[in-house]
């Protein structure tokens, strides 16, 4: 079952320079990990796969976590997600709508169904989008998805420039898995990583108009 949302991921070769953004628009830094083992699973989600990584996740109250990602390039192919922002850019800033993200579908209804799956349900619409809303089961807290529609189909990947996936907790990804298995969304096998001194069950899910999708649980 999904619980909670853990965070959006955003590519980063200068962490530094992200964390100063990140900071000035009040998140907290509560892990770093450099060097960590990249997942063999990753591959199809990266346009060149290393042997390491590193990350960095930042926290705000009653928004989307943060997740900087550096798998050692960045390409210029935007992704499909990024924080809604008033001025219409994919650029965070002090503008950007920290509990609302939007995203890219080629095809609003398999999107809108595909969102389901993970507990995003529609919500009525926000600046000519349709909106989804998404109620966390642990804290109760409200989280929004807005779906631009695109002409088109694309491959996206984890090391293009600015935000490139969403991760959610679940209580169990095995029974997860086999759900969205059963919905026939192309999903990677499970796999292991140790984050933080915790041991993380993982695997990623692709959506019909290439979202990546991570499920996390507690190993």
Request: glycine share 6%; aromatic share 12%; proline share 3%.
């Amino acid at each position: 079952m999904i619980v909670n949302i853990d965070h959006i991921g955003l590519s980063s070769t200068n962490f530094k320079q992200h964390h100063q953004l990140l900071t000035g628009l009040g998140y907290e830094k509560v892990l770093q990990e450099d060097d960590l083992e990249n997942l063999n699973i990753k591959k199809p989600y990266l346009t060149k796969f290393n042997e390491t990584h590193s990350l960095a996740l930042y926290r705000k109250d009653k928004v989307y976590g943060i997740e900087l990602l550096n798998h050692g390039q960045l390409t210029e192919q935007p992704g499909f997600i990024y924080p809604y922002n008033k001025d219409d850019s994919a650029e965070l800033s002090e503008n950007s709508i920290l509990n609302t993200c939007v995203v890219a579908s080629n095809d609003i209804g398999a999107s809108t169904k595909f969102w389901a799956t993970f507990g995003f349900l529609p919500d009525g619409t926000q600046d000519n989008m349709t909106r989804l809303r998404f109620n966390a089961m642990t804290t109760g807290l409200d989280y929004y998805l807005l779906l631009r529609h695109i002409a088109g189909e694309y491959k996206y990947y984890m090391d293009t420039k600015g935000f490139n996936s969403i991760a959610f907790i679940s209580s169990s990804v095995d029974k997860e898995k086999r759900k969205i298995d059963r919905k026939e969304y192309p999903t990677s096998r499970i796999d292991q990583i140790t984050v933080n001194d915790r041991l993380l069950d993982i695997f990623f899910v692709t959506g019909p108009s290439g979202e990546i999708v991570e499920i996390i649980s507690y190993a």
